[in-house]
């Protein structure tokens, strides 16, 4: 079984284009996926780039996502770490990268800034690796 950690842009993608993730692969991410889903369509909605009603069967799609959300004191810790280490604003983006280094075997993220940024850090896997089966 391969383990991926997968950001809030991933789980979006994931429903929005009907990907169907085998069963050999399990997707890890942080409890605050959900909210940035959220927030990350509830923008698409208000630029006129995504209607309301799409928007609503994406959170659905989300919530019913086959995902195991984290939010322990470890791996809260470990965010707090990465993102003092790499001189963040925020621990948004070191929260995906907690769990993929405690939890995951790669971190699949549509952040080409994130995965650049933390390649040393967490192997990186691109969307297609959650196609493939193992």
């Known amino acids: 079984m391969t383990r991926y950690a997968i950001d809030a842009l991933t789980a979006i993608r994931i429903v929005r ?10 997707l890890v991410a942080p409890k605050s996926l959900q909210t ?44 707090w770490r990465i993102a ?3 001189n963040w604003d925020d621990t948004t983006n070191a929260e995906y990268v907690a769990i993929a280094k405690l939890q995951a075997d790669a971190l699949v993220t549509l952040d080409e800034d994130l995965a650049r940024e933390v390649a040393g850090i967490v192997a990186i896997a691109p969307f297609e690796a959650l196609l493939r089966s193992a």
């Not at 940035?36 to 919530?63: F, H, M, N, P």
């Open 17 to 26: 284009d009907g990907v169907v993730v085998p069963d050999e692969h399990q």
């Open 36 to 79: 940035q889903a959220l927030s990350q369509l509830y923008r698409e909605v208000r630029a006129g780039s995504l209607d309301r009603e799409a928007a609503r069967e994406i959170l659905d799609g989300i919530t019913t996502m086959r995902i195991r959300l984290l939010g322990d004191r470890v791996s809260r810790g470990q965010a």
């Open 84 to 86: 003092e280490d790499l």
